[in-house]
């Protein structure tokens, strides 16, 4: 089993940022991929970013690639979101996720373990 734990949400202007975290803990590997989901009030979860831990790939959605940036500590078995020039449209609850692996996939079905989320909201 592995537990996520995700932390670091909170209110934040438009333009401003933020940097969220997810502790693993468990049964992790380097066969891991990690990745940060959201998820809207009444919209669908969509994948943000993933990272392959054996190599530090990464994987990032159109409509945050340039803004956000997903690094990893192996040494802390964390994950990191940075956020940085946050819009309105950015505001969701956000997951990280876990699973074995090799590929870094957007789907959310394929993801194994989730954290219990924490909340990002951005006021215009």
């Known amino acids: 089993q592995v537990q996520l734990v995700e932390s670091g949400g909170g209110l934040v202007q438009a333009g401003g940022s933020l940097r969220l975290s997810c502790a693993a803990s468990?049964?992790?590997?380097?066969?891991?991929?990690m990745a940060w989901f959201r998820q809207a009030t009444g919209k669908e979860r969509e994948f943000v970013v993933g990272i392959r831990r054996s190599d530090g790939y990464t994987y990032y959605a159109d409509s945050v690639r340039g803004r956000f940036t997903v690094s990893g500590d192996s040494a802390k078995n964390t994950v990191y979101l940075q956020m940085n020039s946050l819009k309105p449209e950015d505001a969701a609850v956000y997951y990280c996720?876990?699973?074995?692996?090799?590929?870094?996939?957007?789907?959310?079905?394929?993801?194994?373990?989730w954290g219990q989320g924490t909340q990002v909201t951005v006021s215009s």
């Open positions: 468990g049964r992790t590997s380097s066969g891991f991929i």
């Open positions: 996720a876990a699973r074995v692996g090799i590929t870094v996939v957007a789907v959310t079905r394929r993801y194994d373990y």
